[in-house]
C-alpha cells in the first residue's frame, strides 16, 4: 500500500535561494492539496489540483510561490528568494475525487531558512 | 479568523480510561469534519470522519460525535492506551453545490498523553 512520498523530508538552505519539493500522490487520487505547518498550528491551506488543474491558491501564496502538477500525477512545490518567514514543514494530501473523500496526507518536507 | 478551535492545548489520561477531545467551529457552511492523529515527524494520520447528515460515527475505539447547534465536535477514544498519545488535529471542509473541492481548515491541535 503506497502512500504520499514526499522529497526530500528536510532542506535547509540559505535566505534568497530558490527551492523546489516534490509531492507523489496515492496512485489512484486525482486531487492534490498542499499545506504549510509552523510550529503549534494546524496545518494551513495553500493549494490545491484537480488532476492538471490548479483550481484554488490561498493568499497566503505570494508570489514567490508556484505550484504544478503537469501530467496530473506527482506535483512540485518552487519557493523562489526564500525568507526567513518560508521556515515551515511543507505537507502534501490527495484524495479520491467526490463528496466527502478524507485526505491521506505525506510526511512532509521541513524548510529550514538559515 | 480562527474558523475551526481546539481551546485544550493538552489533555492527560490514565490508560484504559475514556479521551475526550473537543473542537469548536464558526462557518456553519462547513459540512465535513475530520480527525487527524500526528506522531512526531510523520504527517497526520486520518482517523476517522462525520458528515453534517449525522451526529455520530464510530469505528472501533473511536466515536466522533457532532451538534451542528452548537457547532461543536468531540472524539471519543475508548478504552485509551499509551499508543495513543499523540496530536490531535480537528479539521473542517465545505462541499459546494455540486462541486467539492474539500480544502481542510485545521484546529491548532491537542497534545493527547496516556499514562500507563
Known amino acids: 500500500d503506497t502512500g504520499v512520498s514526499q522529497n526530500p523530508r528536510h532542506k535547509i538552505t540559505k535566505r534568497g535561494q530558490n527551492v523546489t519539493f516534490r509531492c507523489d500522490p496515492i496512485?489512484?487520487?486525482?486531487?492534490l492539496y498542499w499545506y504549510r505547518q509552523t510550529l503549534g498550528q494546524g496545518p494551513e491551506f495553500l493549494t490545491y489540483?484537480?488532476?492538471?488543474?490548479?483550481?484554488?491558491k490561498s493568499r497566503l501564496l505570494s508570489d514567490r510561490f508556484s505550484a504544478e502538477r503537469p501530467k496530473g500525477s506527482f506535483s512540485t512545490l518552487e519557493i523562489q528568494r526564500t525568507e526567513q518567514g518560508d521556515s515551515a514543514m511543507y505537507l502534501c494530501?490527495?484524495?479520491?475525487?467526490?463528496?466527502?473523500?478524507?485526505?491521506?496526507f505525506g510526511d512532509g518536507t521541513r524548510l529550514s531558512i538559515l | 479568523d480562527q474558523q475551526v478551535k481546539q481551546n485544550s492545548p493538552s489533555l492527560s489520561v490514565q490508560e484504559g480510561r475514556i479521551s475526550i477531545l473537543n473542537c469548536d467551529y464558526t462557518?456553519?457552511?462547513?459540512?465535513?469534519f475530520l480527525w487527524y492523529k500526528k506522531y512526531p515527524a510523520e504527517g497526520p494520520t486520518f482517523l476517522i470522519s462525520?458528515?453534517?447528515?449525522?451526529d455520530k460515527n464510530e469505528d472501533g475505539r473511536f466515536t466522533v460525535f457532532l451538534n451542528k447547534s452548537a457547532k461543536h465536535l468531540s472524539l471519543h477514544i475508548v478504552p485509551s492506551q499509551p499508543g495513543d498519545s499523540a496530536v490531535y488535529f480537528c479539521?473542517?471542509?465545505?462541499?459546494?453545490?455540486?462541486?467539492?473541492?474539500?480544502?481542510?481548515?485545521f484546529g491548532q491541535g491537542t497534545i493527547l498523553t496516556v499514562h500507563p
Open positions: 494530501a490527495s484524495s479520491s475525487q467526490g463528496v466527502n473523500q478524507p485526505q491521506h
Open positions: 496512485s489512484e487520487h486525482n486531487r
Open positions: 489540483f484537480q488532476n492538471e488543474a490548479q483550481l484554488e
Open positions: 462557518n456553519s457552511m462547513f459540512d465535513y
Open positions: 462525520i458528515s453534517s447528515i449525522k
Open positions: 479539521a473542517a471542509s465545505r462541499n459546494a453545490g455540486g462541486t467539492s473541492y474539500g480544502k481542510l481548515t
